[in-house]
């Protein structure tokens, strides 16, 4: 059973970055057959997805528009591990965000999710 | 990007009732809707895949139905702890989205 165990700060300053780390057991992040996800819940915006890592001879990487310029998902072999940073962050990106494995289409299993908060 | 809407955002039921959720997406999306049930203070957990598969452990009384734009989940003989919020999710083109969610209260 894949477990996904998230940690980072919670606090975050506007215009700073946010960065989470998400800790796979049960499958590896190198895996061929799973992606990485990275998502987030605000009341404002319900259920968002942000973007991905994923394995297939050589590693790739997909974002949402919305974020693009800012965002960044990393896998870390050594670690067995993917990390998420937001770049120049506002007031608008607080929100509850999650680690996601995703088989095919599906979200299998979630990480406990982290609540961040931006200050103004 | 492809919309979902779900209808109803609110329902309040009674145990033992049936309840359906619908779910309706901007574009066809084949069989590429899932649907997850979130409870307060925790993730969300997977509960059918691919419009009608069950995912594995969720109860029996769980079932979704519907292809291409018109999906449907439907919760039989509903149990005080289906009290939850219910997301409708397409995983058929990038970016991925989510329903607005329907929350299910139990009276």
């Known amino acids: 059973q894949v477990q996904l165990q998230q940690s980072g700060p919670g606090l975050v300053k506007s215009s700073q970055t946010l960065s989470l780390t998400c800790a796979i057991s049960?499958?590896?992040?190198?895996?061929?057959?799973?992606?990485w996800n990275w998502i987030r819940q605000s009341p404002s915006r319900g259920l968002e997805w942000l973007g991905r890592?994923?394995?297939?001879?050589?590693?790739?990487?997909e974002y949402a528009v919305s974020v693009k310029s800012r965002i960044s998902i990393n896998p870390d072999t050594s670690k067995n591990q993917f990390s998420l940073q937001l770049d120049s962050v506002t007031p608008e990106d607080t929100a509850v965000y999650y680690c996601?494995?995703?088989?095919?289409?599906?979200?299998?299993?979630w990480g406990q999710g982290t609540l961040v908060t931006v200050s103004s | 990007e492809i919309v979902l809407t779900q209808s109803p955002d609110f329902q309040s039921v009674t145990p033992k009732e049936k309840v359906t959720i619908t779910c309706r997406a901007s574009?066809?999306?084949?069989?590429?809707l899932h649907w997850y049930q979130q409870k307060p203070d925790q993730s969300p957990n997977l509960l059918i895949k691919?419009?009608?598969q069950s995912f594995s452990g969720v109860p029996s009384r769980f079932s979704g139905s519907g292809s291409g734009t018109d999906f449907t989940l439907t919760i039989n003989s509903l149990e005080a702890e289906d009290a939850a919020t219910y997301y409708c999710?397409?995983?058929?083109?990038?970016?991925?989205?989510f329903g607005q969610g329907t929350k299910l209260d139990i009276k």
């Open positions: 996601a494995r995703q088989g095919t289409g599906w979200f299998g299993a």
């Open positions: 049960g499958d590896t992040v190198s895996s061929n057959s799973a992606a």
């Open positions: 890592t994923y394995y297939r001879s050589k590693w790739y990487n």
């Open positions: 574009q066809s999306i084949g069989t590429n």
């Open positions: 691919h419009a009608s």
């Open positions: 999710h397409q995983g058929d083109s990038l970016p991925y989205t």
